[in-house]
């Protein structure tokens, strides 16, 4: 028996329900014989009174139909009511034709007996909620500030219902472009129209804000809404994003204000959930760069996997800590390992990897700030990305890594600044380690996946230009004409994975990046998000910096893409190396730490063809420094 603890309003509830039990009895009796019983049914309905309402209240106890709170009952309230009701029903049955009392209960009035307790014991328990939701919340209903809400799909349905006790905010009206739902109400709103009515609709209910409630909606749609909300003047909020709501991290009513990230958007990821499970479910997986942007992204997205152990590795102590801090406050069943060391580290390296014996590697650890790399730092760039990349490379093969997936960057196409020429060598290094394995595929899988910018990572303009926008300006931009393409940081590391899954060895992976943005309408978008105009804010441009394109490629001049299975992923059919080539590559690298940046830039096309640095080669300096090293085939 579910005991519940014995206080006025559960005694006052087990009244109200003895009392129902007795009425709806009765009430029974009467609807059979309208109203006037016959004196033979007359005795046996009170005969019977006591111990039918007897039993029907020991099952309700028993089933604990006493736990609930009547100011939050619930459908799951009403579905425990129904069973209370048609096991007593049953009991009573039951007993009447066990004990053979010679008393004659009509069948119907077994039948009108639980609907009419139905009736009574749910109704009741209802309309006491709404008595005290008006209570509480009716006279604040009309003291929020009145908002639109675009969209009437779930999301939508789910914050209306939240928002109906909102102190803050009064929703007036619901707009959707689906037809079948114009006129309808949804908790007492009305659907007034399609979502270009906006501006109509806004005027005549004099709103100031929208609220964008469509997550699941395609990107373009999401940002139409949000744009034509923007021309109207009006304050545009929205929910939170579709992950979110389905992980249970935040609820459909914490709206907040749109961001730049929402204008960018693209439509969700789809995963090989069970291939990566495979792949990362209970195993041992290594990131390098784990305290970076998409380092600490793809830990995030791993753990979701469950490995056995994660190591997360960074020569960051701070970024490190930062990452560790907000894992372990998700108490997740994963061992997690912080190591601070650098992947140039062979010993340390090789160590890392005997010990824990990973069966994916992701390197994401990398220099990729391209004005700081382009002067004073070209020997950095060169020793970290390509000699970091070919020693943790290297260590995999020689430990028997299953697969280690290199983390590119469309600026390694036709590159024209050192941190791309330094990331294409890398996908050379890998390409030229896979080479000894063509023989022998059991070896380790060298995988590369190259994209483009991602939203809001260190260094990228967008918390750049938050910063300007609020400091009051000016918003620096190199170019007018400067383009980027961008992905969310969740969906590059997403892809990240399934090219990881899917490479069979020494493919580069190119994602979809979308349609390029072009930075200046960027800017302006992100001032009118901020509540300003354009107008309000200086745009300065202050000219290209050095190794800076005007456009990123995702492809070279002789390159050309190989469809896949997913949408969003294609190879790259690109220029491939031997160990050969490799290991005169780092002897290059060695030889070069004190060499002349602009003769290292020189050296460096010779290397990578397709390299263009903002300088005057001199191909005959070039030749002359390393003339041995400089022998490419």
């Not at 999401?222 to 744009?227: K, P």
Request: one cysteine or more; proline letters at 4%; charged letters at 20%.
């Amino acid at each position: 028996m579910n005991k519940t603890p014995i206080n006025l309003r559960t005694f006052l509830a087990l009244l109200h329900d003895i009392a129902a039990a007795a009425i709806a009895w009765v009430s029974a009796y009467l609807l059979r014989f309208n109203f006037a019983i016959p004196e033979e049914f007359t005795a046996s309905m009170l005969h019977s009174l006591s111990w039918v309402v007897s039993l029907q209240t020991l099952v309700f106890i028993s089933l604990g139909l006493y736990r609930g709170v009547w100011r939050f009952a619930s459908v799951s309230d009403l579905k425990r009511i129904c069973l209370a009701i048609a096991s007593a029903t049953a009991l009573v049955i039951a007993a009447i034709f066990m004990l053979q009392t010679g008393i004659v209960i009509p069948r119907s009035v077994i039948i009108l007996d639980p609907l009419l307790l139905i009736l009574m014991m749910g109704g009741s328990r209802f309309a006491y909620r709404a008595w005290k939701e008006h209570q509480l919340y009716g006279i604040t209903l009309k003291q929020g500030r009145p908002v639109i809400v675009l969209g009437a799909g779930e999301a939508a349905v789910a914050l209306v219902k939240d928002l109906t006790r909102s102190t803050q905010w009064q929703v007036v009206g619901l707009l959707d472009d689906d037809s079948r739902m114009l006129g309808r109400e949804v908790f007492g709103v009305k659907v007034h129209g399609a979502i270009h009515t906006l501006s109509a609709v806004s005027q005549r209910l004099n709103v100031d804000h929208v609220i964008i409630a469509m997550p699941s909606a395609h990107h373009q749609k999401r940002r139409q809404a949000i744009e034509l909300a923007n021309q109207l003047g009006l304050e545009v909020l929205t929910v939170p994003a579709i992950d979110d709501l389905i992980s249970g991290k935040v609820s459909v009513s914490q709206i907040r204000r749109v961001d730049v990230e929402d204008l960018l958007g693209r439509d969700a990821v789809s995963l090989d959930n069970s291939g990566l499970t495979k792949l990362i479910g209970r195993q041992t997986v290594l990131v390098s760069g784990a305290g970076g942007s998409i380092g600490s992204e793809l830990c995030r997205q791993i753990v979701k996997f469950n490995p056995d152990v994660l190591i997360c590795l960074d020569i960051s102590e701070f970024s490190l800590y930062q990452l560790e801090q907000e894992l372990a406050s998700r108490q997740l069943p994963t061992r997690l390992v912080y190591v601070t060391t650098d992947v140039k580290n062979k010993e340390r390296v090789a160590s890392l990897l005997a010990q824990y014996q990973p069966s994916v590697v992701f390197h994401a650890a990398a220099y990729k700030h391209v004005p700081m790399m382009e002067t004073a730092n070209v020997w950095e760039a060169l020793s970290n990305n390509v000699v970091g990349t070919h020693t943790l490379a290297q260590a995999c093969k020689e430990a028997g890594v299953s697969k280690f997936v290199l983390i590119s960057t469309d600026k390694a196409v036709n590159p024209t600044n050192v941190m791309g020429a330094s990331k294409r060598l890398a996908e050379m290094v890998c390409q030229g380690l896979q080479d000894d394995l063509a023989e022998d595929m059991a070896g380790t899988r060298f995988v590369i996946v190259r994209f483009g910018n991602v939203l809001g990572s260190s260094g990228s303009v967008i918390p750049k230009f938050r910063e300007q926008i609020a400091k009051g300006g000016p918003v620096t931009i190199t170019h007018p004409e400067i383009t980027r393409y961008f992905m969310s940081i969740p969906e590059a590391a997403q892809l990240v994975m399934q090219a990881g899954l899917m490479g069979k060895g020494g493919e580069i992976f190119v994602l979809d990046m979308g349609e390029p943005v072009k930075i200046a309408a960027l800017a302006a978008d992100m001032i009118r998000l901020s509540g300003l105009q354009p107008d309000e804010i200086k745009i300065e441009y202050v000219g290209l910096r050095p190794g800076e394109k005007l456009y990123e490629e995702l492809l070279a001049d002789d390159e050309h893409t190989m469809p896949t299975p997913h949408d969003k992923l294609r190879i790259a059919k690109a220029r491939k190396s031997d160990s050969a080539w490799v290991k005169r590559l780092l002897n290059w690298i060695a030889g070069a730490t004190n060499a002349d940046e602009n003769v290292l830039k020189a050296e460096l096309a010779v290397w990578v063809e397709e390299y263009n640095p903002q300088i005057q080669i001199d191909t005959k300096t070039a030749s002359m420094a390393h003339p041995e090293q400089l022998t490419l085939h």
